[in-house]
């Protein structure tokens, strides 16, 4: 059969794409990942690309239900949306205004961008564009030769920083470097109560599937789950609540707020995993998101090898809720006792990480416990 001769012509003017898998896209469906790579790209298109070997895993075809890995190299073929609306008129220019004036750094390999909350990594559920689209979109108008590459995801409501790779070379160097826990990343968070360990590791493995009415959560499985770790230490104690800085060595999907949670302490503002009377309480001061920001990111240079630490300021929005806990009046139902600090500490010393001590049995355990039984049915409700 004669090939389409429009689809010879975009073959001729677009490349053929090979993006490796970031340690947060792993689990991810193979069809799902050809979809969130290509947006505005209808779901049969994406078979048909399977369906002809054009879309592969390292070099090999694979179905649309393959799950992907860290590292893997996903072949894609070249895509132009001919949707009428043109990519660039999908992407506000409100938008790009504002990521340009959030570049925290960039040289040719690498850009670390302080991702604003609310904005989601990749278009999906009612939003057609993402901080990827509007990456992109930016440096095609630059005349960058390269598309920008996600390194790592953040959820819509976590602000900071997030990094791209700007070749092909430096993804893929750096894919290998997440995957080998060469990247430290610093988060700070509001946790409900005070843990009484000052510092400690919450070891708890990770579970992804569905909750009743089909809603996608995790929870803490135990032996069932992926293994998950999280070191933490707490920065400042105000009765009600603490300011923690978290350190994840592992990159499991939302696993700062589920490990949180399993230790009887969600995160401020969560609506998914936090407790909702004192989310009300919060609101009562100006909190009106997750209190979760990646502070700082640390790491070595793909080409050059010198280390390279990059840190991104709270908001004015969260430095007020941080205020609001000092004066005391945070207290679930009432006032609380003014907050007593530990040590100021305006900025965190990722270089050197705090000793780690296995954390106690968790305080209040809001995760319920799962047998076998319930784990697996959770587990079948995954994508």
């Known amino acids: 059969m004669e090939a389409n001769p429009l689809e010879q012509n975009l073959a001729q003017r677009l490349p053929v794409r090979r993006i490796l898998v970031t340690p947060d896209e792993a689990g991810m469906r193979l069809d799902r990942f050809l979809l969130v790579h290509n947006p505005g790209a209808p779901p049969a298109l994406a078979q048909r690309w399977l369906r002809a070997g054009e879309a592969r895993v390292d070099g090999a075809r694979a179905s649309g239900n393959h799950r992907l890995e860290p590292g893997q190299e996903v072949r894609i073929p070249p895509f132009e949306s001919r949707e009428p609306a043109a990519p660039e008129t999908g992407v506000p220019e409100w938008a790009l205004r504002a990521l340009h004036g959030r570049i925290l ?122 293994p998950a770790r999280t070191r933490y230490e707490i920065l400042e104690r105000f009765g009600a609540w603490s300011w923690v800085a978290a350190y994840p060595d ?13 230790l009887g302490h969600p995160l401020a503002g969560d609506g998914k995993y936090g407790d909702p009377a004192l989310n009300r309480n919060l609101r009562d001061g100006g909190l009106k998101r997750m209190f979760l920001h990646a502070r700082a990111i640390r790491f070595r240079h793909p080409v050059t090898g010198a280390e390279v630490v990059v840190e991104a300021r709270l908001d004015e929005a969260l430095e007020g809720i941080l205020a609001w806990c000092r004066r005391g009046v945070a207290a679930p139902g009432g006032p609380a006792t003014p907050g007593a600090r530990i040590a100021p500490k305006p900025d965190v010393r990722i270089a050197s990480k705090p000793d780690v001590r296995i954390a106690p049995k968790p305080d209040a355990r809001i995760a319920p416990k799962l047998d076998a039984r319930s784990v697996s049915r959770f587990r079948r409700g995954r994508d």
Not at 143 to 151: K, S, T
């Open 250 to 262: 592992t990159g499991r999907t939302h696993q700062i707020r589920v490990h949180f949670q399993w």
């Open 105 to 226: 750094w960039r040289d040719r390999s690498l850009l670390v961008l302080d991702k604003p909350h609310g904005m989601p990594v990749h278009g999906g559920s009612g939003q057609t564009w993402g901080v990827v689209d509007a990456m992109r979109l930016m440096l095609a108008r630059e005349g960058a030769g390269e598309v920008p590459e996600l390194c790592h995801r953040l959820d819509k409501e976590t602000s900071g920083c997030l990094l791209f790779a700007l070749d092909k070379t430096s993804a893929r160097r750096m894919s290998a470097a997440f995957k080998g826990g060469a990247v430290d990343k610093t988060y700070w968070a509001l946790i409900a109560g005070e843990p009484r360990a000052t510092t400690g590791m919450i070891d708890q493995p990770l579970i992804k599937g569905n909750a009743r009415g089909g809603e996608r959560m995790v929870i803490a499985g135990g032996r069932e789950g992926d």
